[in-house]
């Protein structure tokens, strides 16, 4: 497989992982909006359980910090996951900058062959023009 090809491949991971950290971005995005509607529910619970106590109200309070609190683990997983997509996208970007080094480093070993087949072909025209009296 030629080192374009697989420069091309690499490019394709690197956006696919690049599209999958946007995607973990908006997940956590939602879910830190989700908290803060949680937390707005929940100080409107306390004031309604400090103006008047029931044991209803603060079982509802009880269970939106219960879901808050599932909530962080999630975001801590997802932010987990993020940075582990950010490190595989890092190594994608290594891999990328070192085929096309490596490329880079052919192309140029293959242009240096090609002007010493050309220079050594100019000198043996010029041997033979000189040998037959050519000038």
Do not use: C, P
């Not at 490596?102 to 033979?128: G, P, Q």
């Amino acid at each position: 497989m030629s080192l374009k090809r697989i420069i091309k491949l690499k490019e394709g991971i690197k956006d696919e992982r690049a599209r999958e950290i946007r995607q973990i971005e908006m997940q956590i995005q939602a879910l830190k909006k989700e908290v803060e509607r949680i937390e707005a529910q929940a100080e409107d619970l306390n004031e309604k359980i400090k103006a008047e106590f029931s044991y209803e109200l603060l079982i509802r309070y009880r269970a939106l910090l219960s879901t808050k609190k599932e909530i962080l683990l999630e975001l801590a997983r997802l932010d987990e996951l993020k940075r582990s997509k950010k490190q595989d996208l890092r190594e994608v970007y290594r891999d990328i900058k070192a085929l096309e080094t490596i490329k880079l480093k052919a192309d140029w070993e293959e242009r240096r062959k090609s002007l010493s087949l050309e220079l050594r072909d100019t000198e043996f025209m010029h041997l033979i023009k000189e040998r037959m009296g050519l000038k």
